[in-house]
Nanobody, 125 residues
């Protein structure tokens, strides 16, 4: 069973940074493209970034380009989302997802096979 667990969320002031982690259990992330999404209250889930299975391709939504960086650590079976220059409008629940193809469709994984349960990020002074 494919299970993903997000961690690293929390409360941060505007302009601050957080690093989110997406760790897999029961399978190896190397065979999947991994994407990050977020959902703010009252809004639809929004795709943010995707990394191919071998990390040779990364893509970002315009809303986070230049501020967020996606990466993966094969040894730790984990994908990260480094978030810098955070803004209040970045406040949301952040999710990771595994796609059943090696490559992404832009900044979203193809054929999502598994979702994590999310981690809350709150940007506020």
């Amino acid at each position: 069973q494919l299970q993903l667990v997000e961690s690293g969320g929390g409360l941060v002031e505007p302009g601050g940074s957080l690093r989110l982690s997406c760790t897999a259990s029961g399978f190896t992330l190397n065979y999947y493209a991994i994407g990050w999404f977020r959902q703010a209250p009252g809004k639809e889930r929004e795709g943010l970034s995707c990394i191919s299975n071998n990390a040779d391709s990364t893509n970002y939504a315009d809303s986070v380009k230049g501020r967020f960086t996606i990466s993966r650590d094969v040894a730790k079976n984990t994908v990260y989302l480094q978030m810098n220059s955070l803004k209040p409008e970045d406040t949301a629940v952040y999710y990771c997802a595994a796609g059943a193809y090696y490559y992404c469709a832009g900044y979203i994984p193809r054929n999502i096979a598994s979702w994590g349960r999310g981690t809350q990020v709150t940007v506020s002074s």
